[in-house]
């Protein structure tokens, strides 16, 4: 792992792989900006990060342009089914996934499938704040997706602990486990038929994918498996731009994904209640406290009121009376926070093209409710939370997490630890956490637990550092004008000064 250290240069990118993180970091020495960085990143991730995102996948960008106004681009998954027969739907695949000291199930299966916003969100976010043209933006990822990526621990262990869906139908497992072995650490990742589509993307911008081929071939994949996605619904899908949500915390200004997310509003409730609580650094029980109060608001009624104009600030004004992430700063001020997820993906890959299709309508965390709840052509409530903070108007801070249901927590501490402890990024990002939810504080070794424990808190103790506990990347930019970061190591991450 490459870490950055602190000094003076034209940009820092923290990411989830040493290679998307040096990718992003290329293109500002080139003259990129910040969201050519971010774009170059979350492309090469697509090859050094398999399984946690691509093109099948959705995600969202918070763009904070000098001298501009803050915007949020959602191209997360949408819900599907315009014009489907439902009543066909299969059945999800349950999958169950250890992490050494807990257990989820997640599910796969052409019916967890929704409609993918990669491919329009990467074009929307060029065409509207890039400065370098797309093709040079896609010509390296593609060249590694090509020629293979020799897997790195984390990345082999997500592989492991994936191993159901990476074997759910001949199509995934000749990527992930070709001649019947499960690709391990130091064996070589290829995916050339990616690589192809990504020069389809280049070249041709996101109609394939949408109205052409692709989308054809997609839509009729899953039709015949029972899953939603239909024509209609990939032709509808685009990118929505949204105003981010902003809190006061400690003299600074935070911004985070709006709704309909959830992940952006909870994380500001929880700052919210830290600075409604008084100065100093909050301590793990305070900062257990926001966990839960915001776990608590996720609602049936809060998640039905994130569609609803104007509910974020009826929210706040009422109650204060496998995923991956790219951080960037350029050299002009810029910055650029993006978070994209293919779930752990359906097990499915659309013939032709390499691309591993989301499972995000078989995600406990995007769907508490049930499964199949949502109408068709709604944005999920994800967690996923793009989070950038401003300190006297200019960036400060910026990051984002993958985890799941583990981001917010991921991200509250980060700040926490940067802004109230005065850590680094980088010692930010390694800090052992705590989560909390259903009762349970899960604690990593080194976090403080002795007095939650003594106020009769459950603990899960965990025997080492887990990517359960998110993958927080994150780069800052110090009063003095010195950038650096911090690449989670939880997920193999790392951060490159340009």
Do not use: W
């Amino acid at each position: 792992m490459r870490t950055a250290g602190g000094e003076r240069a034209g940009g820092v990118v923290a990411a989830g792989h040493p290679l998307s993180a040096e990718a992003g970091a290329a293109v500002l020495r080139a003259g990129g900006n910040a969201v050519d960085a971010a774009l170059a990143a979350m492309l090469t991730s697509f090859a050094a990060e398999p399984l946690l995102t691509g093109l099948g996948a959705g995600g969202y960008m918070l763009v904070v342009p000098p001298g501009e106004e803050p915007q949020l681009l959602d191209f997360f998954v949408e819900v599907p089914g315009r014009g489907a027969d439902h009543a066909a739907r299969a059945e999800l695949v349950p999958v169950s996934v250890s992490f050494g000291d807990a257990v989820q199930v997640f599910n796969a299966g052409a019916a967890a499938v929704g409609a993918y916003g990669m491919p329009h969100g990467i074009c929307a976010a060029s065409e509207r704040f890039g400065r370098m043209p797309l093709p040079e933006l896609v010509a390296p990822a593609a060249a590694l997706a090509r020629g293979g990526v020799a897997l790195n621990a984390e990345q082999a262990y997500v592989i492991e602990i994936l191993e159901g869906i990476c074997r759910l139908t001949p199509a995934v497992e000749a990527i992930f486990a070709p001649g019947g072995r499960l690709l391990g650490e130091g064996d070589t990742l290829v995916q050339a038929e990616l690589a192809d589509t990504l020069e389809l993307l280049a070249s041709e911008g996101a109609r394939p994918f949408y109205e052409g081929e692709i989308a054809a071939t997609v839509a009729d994949l899953l039709s015949d498996q029972g899953g939603l996605v239909t024509r209609a619904d990939l032709a509808a899908y685009a990118t929505v731009t949204r105003r981010p949500v902003r809190v006061a915390y400690r003299g600074r200004e935070v911004l985070s994904n709006p709704p309909p997310s959830a992940g952006g509003t909870l994380i500001a409730y929880a700052l919210a209640l830290l600075e409604a609580g008084g100065a100093g650094a909050p301590t793990p029980a305070q900062l257990v406290a926001a966990m839960g109060a915001a776990q608590q608001e996720r609602t049936p009624q809060f998640l039905d009121g994130l569609a609803r104009e104007g509910f974020l600030e009826q929210f706040l004004a009422a109650r204060l009376g496998s995923t991956t992430h790219v951080s960037v700063l350029d050299g002009d001020g810029g910055a650029c926070a993006v978070t994209s997820s293919n779930g752990e993906g359906a097990g499915i890959v659309v013939p032709g093209s390499g691309i591993h299709l989301n499972n995000m309508l078989g995600e406990q965390d995007l769907n508490p409710l049930g499964f199949h709840r949502f109408p068709p052509g709604r944005r999920l409530p994800s967690m996923m939370a793009p989070t950038v903070v401003l300190r006297d108007g200019r960036p400060e801070l910026v990051l984002g997490s993958a985890g799941s249901n583990r981001i917010r927590s991921a991200v509250l501490q980060t700040i926490v630890a940067v802004v109230d402890h005065g850590l680094s990024a980088d010692e930010a990002v390694r800090a052992p956490r705590l989560h909390f939810e259903d009762g349970i504080v899960y604690a990593e070794p080194g976090a403080q637990t002795a007095a939650l424990e003594a106020d009769g808190h459950a603990i899960a103790p965990f025997r080492a550092r887990n990517l359960f506990f998110g993958g927080v990347q994150a780069v800052e930019r110090a009063a003095d004008g010195t950038l650096s970061g911090g690449g989670d190591p939880r997920r193999g991450g790392a951060a490159v000064v340009a």
